[in-house]
C-alpha cells in the first residue's frame, strides 16, 4: 500500500483501492454477516468514547486538523451518522457545514472557493455534509447546471471537464495533507430499494414529512447515472493520504460503527500530546498550588 503523508489508511473491506479497479457494481449495501444491532451500538459508544478522548489531544496539540467528508444519495443517513459518530465530541473543536446549491456569491468564483472557507483550523475536526464533490456528481449526471457556472471556458468534451475538476480536487487534498489535515471521505452506499423505503418512511410518518423533498424520488430516477459518477469519483480520487471508505448503508448501526472506528483508529496514528508548559511555569504552578492549599486548610480550620 503507498505510504500516506500523516497516516496509514485503515485496511478495512471498504476501503476502495487506489489503482482504480473499484467496481461499484460489486460493493455491497448491505454486510450479510454484520454483527447484531445491539453489539453495533456497544460498539459505536464504545468508539465515541475513544475519539472524544482522542479529540481532546488533538485540540491541545494544535497542530493537526481533520476534514471528514460524507458523500451519499438522499436517505442514504448522512445526518444521523454524522450526529451518532460525534455525539461524544467537544463541539467547540468541531466545525460542521452542509453544502447546498451554490449561491450567487460563490458562484462568482471557482467551484473549490467555497470549500477552502470551511476549512477548520489546526486542532479542529472539519465535518462536510456533502462536499466539493458535488461538482463531479450531480453536476456530471446534470450538465445542465454548468450553464449556471459563468464558466470561462468549458472543455468540448464534458469529460476533459470531470478531468480537469478530479486534479483540482487531488491537488487540494494533497495540499491540504501536506499542511497537516487528516483526509478522510465516506460513501454511504445505499441501495434503491432501501432509499424507496426511506422515502416512504418519511412520507407516512407525519413527525418527518419535513425531511422528504419531491426532487428527492425525482433523483431517485437518476439511480445509475449517480453510481457511474459515483465509480469514477471514488476511482480518480481515493489516496493514501486521502481515502475513501465504501460504507454499505442499509444497516444504519452498522454503517456507523465503521464510520466511528475508522476515524478513531485513524485519529489514534497521530503522534498528538498535551503541550509541555515549560519548567519556569511550572515552578510558577507549584507556587499556587502550595498557597491554594494553604489558603484552603485555613478555611477548613476556621469551620472545626
Not at 496539540?61 to 451518522?81: C, E, M, N, P
Not at 447546498?100 to 472539519?126: C, N, T, V, Y
Not at 426511506?198 to 414529512?209: K, P, V
Not at 449517480?226 to 471514488?234: R, V
Request: proline share 5%; glycine share 4%; net charge negative.
Amino acid at each position: 500500500m503507498p505510504k500516506s503523508l500523516l497516516f496509514d489508511p485503515v485496511e478495512n473491506p471498504y476501503l476502495v483501492p487506489f489503482d482504480g479497479s473499484f467496481k461499484i457494481k460489486n460493493a455491497i449495501t448491505e454486510d450479510k454477516d454484520r454483527p447484531k444491532k445491539d453489539e453495533n451500538v456497544e460498539a459505536l459508544e464504545k468508539a465515541v468514547e475513544r475519539l472524544a478522548e482522542v479529540q481532546g489531544k488533538l485540540y491541545a496539540d494544535d497542530r493537526y486538523s481533520v476534514i471528514l467528508i460524507f458523500q451519499a444519495l438522499d436517505a442514504a443517513g448522512k445526518d444521523g451518522t454524522i450526529r451518532a459518530v460525534m455525539s461524544g465530541v467537544n463541539p467547540q473543536g468541531t466545525q460542521v457545514y452542509s453544502f447546498k446549491s451554490p449561491s450567487s456569491e460563490e458562484l462568482d468564483h471557482d467551484f473549490m472557493w467555497r470549500i477552502q472557507r470551511a476549512l477548520p483550523e489546526r486542532g479542529r475536526i472539519g465535518i462536510f455534509n456533502r462536499s466539493h464533490y458535488e461538482e463531479v456528481l450531480v453536476v456530471r449526471v446534470h450538465p445542465e447546471f454548468i450553464e449556471k457556472q459563468k464558466l470561462p471556458r468549458v472543455p468540448r468534451k464534458l469529460d476533459d471537464l470531470w478531468d480537469e475538476r478530479f486534479e483540482s480536487i487531488k491537488d487540494a487534498e494533497k495540499h491540504w495533507a501536506r499542511n497537516g489535515a487528516v483526509v478522510l471521505k465516506f460513501f454511504l452506499n445505499v441501495s434503491q430499494e432501501e432509499q424507496h423505503k426511506r422515502f416512504l418512511a418519511r412520507i407516512e410518518d407525519a413527525d418527518h414529512n419535513w425531511k422528504f423533498s419531491p426532487t428527492d424520488a425525482a433523483e431517485s430516477e437518476h439511480f445509475d447515472d449517480y453510481m457511474k459518477a459515483y465509480e469514477s469519483m471514488l476511482n480518480e480520487t481515493s489516496r493514501a493520504h486521502a481515502p475513501w471508505y465504501c460504507i454499505p448503508a442499509d444497516s444504519k448501526s452498522h454503517m456507523r460503527r465503521i464510520v466511528a472506528e475508522t476515524i478513531v483508529e485513524t485519529l489514534e496514528q497521530l503522534p498528538l500530546r498535551f503541550p509541555d508548559v515549560g519548567e519556569d511555569r511550572k515552578s510558577e504552578m507549584e507556587k499556587t498550588r502550595k498557597k491554594l492549599r494553604t489558603g484552603l486548610k485555613l478555611k477548613e480550620d476556621e469551620k472545626a
